[in-house]
């Protein structure tokens, strides 16, 4: 296959990997430490184009609309059609084939509607990447990329296009998708031979492909169709056909119901012309009962019910990226979910820094930086910043810190860690400004955080000589500090109790806890772990939160309400995961709460985790490869499990969960493709609204079934019946479509629109295996369908009786169908309730569908060209009135049916 020619075709032939980094940003005109202008990276964008593979073209309209005409129940109504044509009805051999068109016609527009969605929801998830643009780092969408651009990596990031490395500390990325090598591989700026293959091009990093570790930048040399992964992802479907179980429940629904409509069918025929009835008058009457059978509406109304919920769940702020996410959300009894940024606000503040054994307060919230620092128990504002040892913690903070923060759209904004940015705004409150920090003291080498080492060091030039600034955890940091800081600026012996200590003390209150070093290095030296394992200078401690959401408490409150257990599981200290965990309400007395750390879950063999992951609700402290552990056993307990992530390490537990919750704002690109669900605002009361709205997305299917199976069964029997008793039939098979088709629509898909039950999240989760319908609801179908069968039937027999002629019988017998099945709609808005226990207009679709139901009705009742087309004539009064009575009484059965239940 010949790829389309590409103005950029001509810059990607370069062998990019064999020109040394300087070359190749002098090949693109660019300074590494200024990146492009707007202007010039417009321009670009015009000449090269988006940064996105050309669409795959998918199957053509005609393709999509004749695939409409394949499903089990549609290949019956062209079969009655074709008989009914053969029979020379042509008139009700119109209507039949007429509905199998709109049928296929509701099919291909909903499908096209799909498409839409699923291109929608790819701009939604769109990937995001820090680039340099006019010497200001920026985010931006990865599409408006262009050759030139500079673009900075880290752990978790997906590539998003060719990359000249220019720099890199300790880049590794998976090139699996494009190289087949599943092995991570280390990336470095040197040029290399002309005729290095592909796989082996070490300082080049392509588009598609994973960084796992490590953190660095790059020059963009190719977008779009032109990169490696461009070009294959050019062949490759967008989004594979995935089959629900609830649509599979629905296929097995669909065959089981094909073959009893054609054994009833059948059996019609041979008890018809076993009385003697003639076999064209026998075949007609098969034809009435296999079209009244089939809920012609049905696959329309699962998939708008469907579309509907999904619309209803991104207007909550949660992206559904498969459709198994839908139905797994109503059953699901555990959500394992992060701390930060989920159940917080994801805006880290410092409210407590210790050094030289004093501590202090900070005043101020989120990442503006107004607020101010003061010695703990004083009123008044000190100048606790030109305390020596305070003023170094402010200054390794802000210099061991690759994050930013600035003012735009008339809001505080960061670009990088929030943790990171909350020791910049401390820093700023302490008078120190990031930007002046760094020009008087230059970072000469640094050592990016580790999952493993879990501390990040910076070297910087300082009056001739280098100093090293070390952050990170205080049990990895506290054993390599030999000497602490003291009040006048000297060195002290270090007191490692007093500092644990404190730590504690900070962790108690819930805050997060760093601890801050430095070390005096000789100019040049290495900056590597032997450098800072040992004789660090101890600085201080900073203490920080990221304040619950205040929506959070009362969502994990309904979610135990609903029977669904949360468990927290955070890398975060012990201590301040149980006094979050207890501010939220995961744990009713936090202090007695047990939580289990990394540590402790590494002891454990298979069953001891299982009965402790059943019986523990906050885990701290806890490694990627745990989180899949703890997924695992609380899956063989038979839980359903919901996982939330953000990470790249995240993705195997995310996979493996009954339904992976990925985060949108802080989320990497490998967790947003491993999840079935994306929130796009990064908070748990959207889960606990996702929970919600798939609980009323699977109710209302199972009320539209509920609710459209008595018609379909009832008019059945009503043939079947008049066959057995050798009477004309009481309804035509025109009549019966009329019925179907009309309520179908006006009727029945209201109900989709029906908002979540009051106490739905008090009830306990469906289990997964449960059918759709179960005893009770298949014995209200039965009901409601003997109660269509004895109204219409009996009408129609006592209009006979009565003398009145058949067109005006059958129309009773018509019209006494739909009146009942108007009153039921009301009946099914709540399956468990009383029809006066839900709110009357909450739901206003249901009124109108009524309403123009009733209107429809009188249209073919009094309406000429109506009543020649489907046999039908005036009624009178009377007969109105016994057919109102009918529907009444019909529903004060069902509602006394329902109370029993109760």
């Known amino acids: 296959m010949n790829l389309p020619p590409s103005p950029q075709r001509e810059s990607d032939a370069r062998a990019w990997h064999a020109l040394s980094a300087t070359d190749a940003l002098a090949d693109h005109g660019v300074q590494p430490d200024h990146g492009l202008t707007e202007v010039d990276a417009a321009a670009r964008l015009a000449r090269h184009g988006p940064n996105r593979p050309s669409q795959k073209p998918g199957r053509s309209a005609l393709s ?21 044509a053969a029979l020379g009805e042509w008139v009700d051999s119109s209507v039949i084939f007429g509905v199998v068109v709109i049928n296929a016609l509701i099919g291909y527009l909903q499908e096209g509607k799909a498409e839409a969605a699923l291109a929608a929801l790819a701009r939604a998830v769109a990937t995001e990447v820090t680039v340099l643009r006019d010497g200001r780092r920026r985010r931006m969408d990865a599409v408006h990329l262009v050759p030139g651009d500079v673009v900075w990596l880290a752990a978790g990031d997906k590539v998003p296009a060719d990359l000249r490395i220019i720099s890199g500390r300790q880049l590794r990325t998976v090139e699996a998708p494009l190289t087949g090598e599943a092995a991570p591989i280390d990336k470095h700026h040197d040029g290399l031979p002309q005729d290095t293959q592909l796989a082996d091009r070490r300082n080049m990093a392509y588009a598609g492909t994973t960084v796992v570790a490590g953190q660095g930048h790059g020059l963009v040399v190719a977008t779009g169709d032109v990169t490696e992964t461009g070009r294959i992802s050019g062949l490759i479907a967008s989004a594979p056909e995935i089959a629900t179980p609830l649509t599979k429940k629905m296929g097995e629904f669909a065959g089981l119901l094909l073959w009893v409509i054609l054994g009833l069918a059948a059996l019609t025929f041979v008890i018809g012309v076993m009385r003697g009835e003639a076999m064209t008058a026998m075949l007609m009457a098969a034809v009435a009962l296999a079209v009244g059978a089939i809920p012609e509406g049905l696959p329309a109304a699962m998939s708008i019910t469907l579309a509907i919920g999904v619309s209803r769940m991104a207007k909550r702020r949660a992206i559904i990226r498969h459709l198994p996410a839908v139905e797994a959300l109503g059953s699901t009894t555990v959500i394992c979910s992060d701390k930060t940024g989920t ?19 900070v005043s101020g919230l989120g990442y503006k930086p107004e607020g101010a620092i003061q010695r703990t128990g004083e009123n008044a504002v000190s100048p606790a910043p030109t305390f020596a040892p305070l003023r170094e913690v402010l200054v390794a903070g802000a210099l061991c810190n690759d994050s930013a923060l600035y003012h735009e759209h008339r809001q505080w904004q960061i670009t990088g860690d929030p943790t990171e940015a909350a020791l910049l705004v401390v820093a700023r409150k302490g008078g120190l400004d990031e930007t002046t920090l760094r020009k008087a003291f230059p970072r000469e080498d640094e050592l990016p955080f580790d999952s493993a080492r879990q501390t990040m060091a910076t070297r910087h030039a300082s009056e001739g000589r280098s100093v090293v600034y070390v952050k990170g955890a205080i049990e990895k940091l506290l054993p390599a500090c030999r000497t602490a800081l003291a009040a006048d600026g000297g060195e002290a012996a270090f007191d490692t109790a007093a500092v644990e200590a404190a730590a504690a003390q900070m962790a108690g209150r819930g805050l997060r806890v760093l601890a801050l070093a430095r070390h005096h290095a000789t100019t040049g030296a290495v900056l590597d772990d032997a450098a800072i394992g040992a004789e660090l200078v101890f600085l201080g401690l900073v203490g920080m939160i990221d304040p619950p959401r205040p929506r959070a408490v009362s969502s994990v409150r309904a979610c135990h309400a609903a029977g669904i257990r949360v468990k927290m599981i955070t890398g975060d200290h012990a201590e301040t995961a149980r006094a979050i965990a207890g501010q939220i309400g995961i744990v009713k007395d936090a202090a007695a709460a047990e939580v289990l750390t990394g540590r402790d879950l590494a002891l454990l063999d298979d069953a001891m985790l299982g009965a402790a992951a059943g019986r523990v609700d906050v885990f701290a402290r806890v490694e990627p490869e745990q989180k899949l552990r703890l997924v695992r056993a609380l899956q063989a307990q038979g839980e359903v499990v919901a996982m939330t992530g953000d990470g790249v390490n995240d993705a195997p537990a995310l996979k493996q969960a009954d339904i992976g919750i990925a985060m949108g704002l802080g989320g990497t690109d490998v967790a947003k493709e491993a999840a079935a669900m994306v929130l796009t605002d990064d908070n748990f009361a959207t889960i606990e609204a996702a929970v919600e709205e798939g609980r009323g997305i699977y109710d209302n299917l199972v009320k539209f079934i509920t609710w459209t199976l008595p018609t379909n069964f009832g008019e059945g029997m009503v043939i079947l019946a008049a066959i057995v008793a050798g009477v004309t039939l009481p309804i035509t098979p025109l009549q019966i479509l009329w019925i179907n088709m009309t309520t179908a629509v006006l009727l029945g898909l209201p109900l989709a629109f029906e908002p979540p039950e009051h106490g739905i999240m008090r009830r306990p989760p469906r289990p997964p295996g449960a059918p759709v319908l179960d005893g009770v609801l298949i014995g209200r179908i039965v009901l409601v369908g003997v109660l269509m069968l004895a109204g219409s039937f009996g009408m129609f027999l006592l209009a ?11 129309t009773i017998a018509m019209n006494v169908f739909v009146a009942i099945e108007i009153v039921y709609l009301f009946s099914c808005r709540s399956l468990r309730l009383p029809v006066t226990a839900v709110p009357a207009f909450s739901n206003p679709w249901v009124w109108a569908g009524a309403g123009l139901q009733i209107l429809l009705q009188l249209a073919i009742t009094y309406w000429a060209p109506l009543n020649a087309a489907f046999a039908t004539t005036a009624i009178d009064a009377r007969a109105w009135g016994e057919i109102g009575a009918i529907a009444l009484g019909a529903m004060v059965v069902i509602e006394i049916e329902k109370r029993l239940r109760r």
């Not at 609309?65 to 549609?74: G, I, K, M, Y």
């Not at 006979?800 to 059958?810: C, F, N, W, Y």
């Open 64 to 84: 999509r609309f004749l695939a409409q005409f394949t499903e089990p129940l549609v290949l019956v109504l062209i079969g009655a059609g074709a008989v009914t």
């Open 343 to 361: 159940l917080t606000e994801n805006a880290m503040t410092v409210t407590e820094l210790w050094a030289a054994g004093e501590s202090f307060s």
């Open 800 to 810: 006979v009786e009565r003398g009145q002629d058949m067109a005006e019988a059958r």
